[in-house]
């Protein structure tokens, strides 16, 4: 099957600081990659779609100027979570698909 | 916008025992995957489903869909340790974005 990497697999980050998470398709490329987030005990929730070349489509409720989506490369896919505060605390994973999703390992943020 | 739910939220078995998570929608969906979440882990496709009344099974797992495809239904055997997780539904959209349903968190009593 195909790999998605996401580095990094957890991050601890002092309240108003910024934490870029990294997305790869290690050994396909993807036009599309996907962003969600999942608070402790709750189903995933997608954030984003990160579009190559383009600008990333945000889902309802979800600030755009507060995580900066930047899809650079057909292999890689950044969500840079700005301003960081307590309640953006969360497991953040993404996805791309070649024929279904392969989503990366998750990143857990906390925000100290 | 889309909401796909899922019952039970939790589910503790005897090891032994079997498990079913059941996954319903108020619309029809074109396609149905179920996924489990080891904890600390990320979801691992489990499966597609994409025809009315479809069922597919592998192993000690059978998935069926619906024949109104608004609801689909994971059927886990003589669950084992090793099944423990959480069990999500999701459909897939046409840019193939997913919508999870809430997930069932399975439990099992050794």
């Known amino acids: 099957g195909a790999v998605v990497s996401q580095h990094p697999s957890w991050v601890i980050c002092k309240s108003g600081t910024s934490v870029k998470i990294e997305c790869r398709s290690l050994?396909?490329?993807?036009?599309?990659m996907f962003w969600y987030r999942q608070f402790p005990k709750q189903s995933l929730m997608l954030m984003a779609t990160?579009?190559?070349?383009?600008?990333?489509?945000?889902e309802q409720g979800v600030e755009k100027d507060k995580f900066l989506i930047n899809h650079a490369s057909l292999t890689l896919s950044t969500l840079t979570v700005t301003s960081a505060h307590p309640e953006d605390s969360s497991f953040y994973i993404c996805?791309?698909?070649?024929?279904?999703?392969?989503f990366g390992q998750g990143t857990r943020l906390t925000v100290v | 916008g889309q909401q796909v739910m899922q019952i039970p939220q939790y589910q503790h078995v005897q090891e032994g025992e079997d498990f079913t998570t059941y996954c319903n929608s108020s619309?029809?969906?074109?396609?149905i995957q179920w996924y489990k979440q080891r904890p600390g882990g990320h979801p691992v496709f489990l499966i597609q489903?994409?025809?009315?009344?479809e069922v597919k099974k592998q192993k000690r797992l059978t998935f069926q869909f619906g024949e109104a495809k608004k609801n689909s239904s994971l059927h886990i055997t003589a669950t084992q340790t090793t099944d423990v997780g959480t069990y999500f539904c999701?459909?897939?959209?046409?840019?193939?974005?997913?919508?999870f349903g809430t997930g069932t968190r399975l439990t099992i009593i050794p």
């Open positions: 996805s791309a698909n070649k024929g279904r999703a392969f």
């Open positions: 050994d396909f490329q993807a036009t599309t």
């Open positions: 990160s579009n190559e070349g383009s600008k990333a489509t945000y």
């Open positions: 619309t029809t969906l074109s396609n």
């Open positions: 489903l994409v025809k009315s009344g």
């Open positions: 999701a459909t897939a959209f046409g840019n193939e974005k997913l919508t």
